[in-house]
């Protein structure tokens, strides 16, 4: 039998009722205790409930000290925390649904006071070239990492792993997409390092591979880490973060020598042909590596889910997860969907309840 996004699928010993998942998605709604809203919380669970096989969280920040990007974001790093992550991912496996955890740095992505310890750190001191459409001001020029930053910042992802596997979740994602810290140190556009952590891509991914080594073993076997990457970034939309496919493809090589169990790509529409190939992305990527490939950017409907499911092993949606509850059921139903824009979108950063 030919597989489809309804057909389940085992990765590394869990199994997925389908391949249709959830895409992460920051909310920015946590108060002082940096736990999200009840409402947001309570919207995986209704995903969940409506049939999506895989529920990612928001980016959880992996630190008090300068991992924060943004207001109202969320951590799993004391027992609160952790108690209110378990009473959401027990709902979530309850509805027969996968979840995972995403974990984030935002690094030079930060902003003055931002972080509770005000600093703002990245691979080199570069700093985004737009301003910051939360502060309407240019980004702070981030401070260079040093050796005990980097150890710091490993602390940090290896503490957030043992709060979100405490928590219950099915597995781990580490966001290396969208021009957040792991992005950076991966990408020559922020990273000119002139150390062993800069220069050639296996310089650029040695911390990535450090952030790994320290994080799998926080990992039950029968869990799952997942890296997610992008060729572009939140700030500076328009710049290819990579040279070219073999740069790329470089990257993706090295990402499958590790024990990880799936790549997540991020693009701005999935069907769009990268690097001045006429490949897409995911073709690239399946060149590169044998690990299942999740796939997001503009899926939106049944033939733009089937169309970006013939080259992956998984689809994510993001902006219609959010936005039509129903949207697997009609998915399945064939009916006809919209394709929502960023402006719809909003509403995820406000109080005004879901649909
Ligand atoms: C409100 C909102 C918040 C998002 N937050 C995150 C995030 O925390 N981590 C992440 O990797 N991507 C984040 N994204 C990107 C989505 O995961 C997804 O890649 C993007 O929306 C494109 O998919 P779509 O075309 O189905 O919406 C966010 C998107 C939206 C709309």
């Known amino acids: 039998m030919t597989n489809s996004i309804f057909s389940p699928i085992i990765i590394n010993g869990i199994t997925f009722k389908n391949r249709i998942g959830v895409a992460p998605m920051t909310r920015m709604s946590a108060g002082d205790n940096s736990i999200p809203r009840k409402d947001v919380l309570d919207f995986?669970?209704?995903?969940?409930?409506?049939?999506?096989?895989?529920v990612y969280n928001e980016a959880i920040v992996t630190d008090y000290e300068s991992a924060?990007?943004?207001?109202?974001q969320a951590r799993i790093l004391n027992q609160d925390q952790v108690d209110a992550w378990k009473a959401v991912t027990d709902k979530i496996r309850s509805h027969g649904a996968v979840?995972?955890?995403?974990?984030?740095?935002?690094?030079?992505?930060?902003?003055?006071?931002?972080?509770?310890?005000?600093?703002?750190?990245?691979?080199?001191?570069?700093?985004?070239?737009?301003?910051?459409?939360?502060?309407?001001?240019?980004?702070?020029?981030?401070?260079?990492?040093?050796?005990f930053d980097m150890d710091h910042v490993i602390a940090g992802f290896v503490e957030t792993a043992k709060g979100a596997m405490a928590a219950?979740?099915?597995?781990?994602?580490?966001h290396c997409a969208h021009g957040y810290l792991l992005n950076q140190f991966l990408s020559?556009?922020?990273?000119?390092?002139?150390?062993?952590?800069?220069?050639?891509?296996?310089?650029?991914?040695?911390?990535?591979?450090?952030?790994?080594?320290a994080v799998r073993p926080m990992i039950p076997s029968d869990r799952?880490?997942?890296?997610?990457?992008?060729?572009?970034?939140?700030?500076?939309?328009?710049v290819s973060l990579f040279e070219d496919k073999?740069?790329?493809?470089?990257?993706?090589?090295?990402?499958?020598?590790?024990?990880?169990?799936?790549?997540?790509?991020?693009?701005?529409d999935f069907s769009a042909k990268a690097f001045g190939t006429d490949q897409n992305m995911t073709q690239i990527t399946r060149e590169a590596t044998k690990l299942p490939i999740l796939i997001c950017g503009k899926i939106h409907d049944r033939k733009t889910a089937d169309e970006a499911f013939q080259d992956a092993d998984m689809v994510l949606a993001g902006k219609s997860m959010l936005l039509n509850p129903f949207w697997v059921p009609d998915l399945?139903?064939?009916?006809?969907?919209?394709l929502y824009g960023s402006d719809e979108a909003g509403i995820a950063y406000t109080d005004t309840p879901l649909p």
């Open 168 to 174: 219950g979740f099915d597995g781990l994602e580490l």
């Open 99 to 147: 979840s995972v955890c995403q974990v984030f740095h935002c690094g030079r992505m930060a902003y003055e006071g931002i972080n509770p310890a005000n600093r703002v750190i990245g691979p080199s001191p570069i700093a985004p070239g737009q301003d910051n459409p939360l502060t309407q001001k240019p980004y702070p020029l981030p401070e260079q990492m040093s050796r």
């Open 224 to 238: 799952l880490l997942i890296v997610r990457v992008s060729n572009w970034g939140i700030a500076d939309m328009d």
């Open 332 to 338: 399945k139903a064939g009916k006809e969907l919209k």
């Open 44 to 54: 995986l669970v209704a995903r969940a409930k409506n049939d999506a096989g895989l």
């Open 246 to 268: 073999a740069e790329w493809q470089q990257m993706i090589q090295l990402f499958s020598r590790e024990p990880i169990d799936a790549i997540s790509l991020s693009t701005y």
């Open 68 to 72: 924060q990007g943004y207001p109202g």
């Open 188 to 213: 020559a556009y922020s990273n000119q390092r002139t150390d062993d952590y800069g220069g050639t891509m296996e310089n650029r991914y040695r911390f990535i591979h450090e952030v790994i080594a």
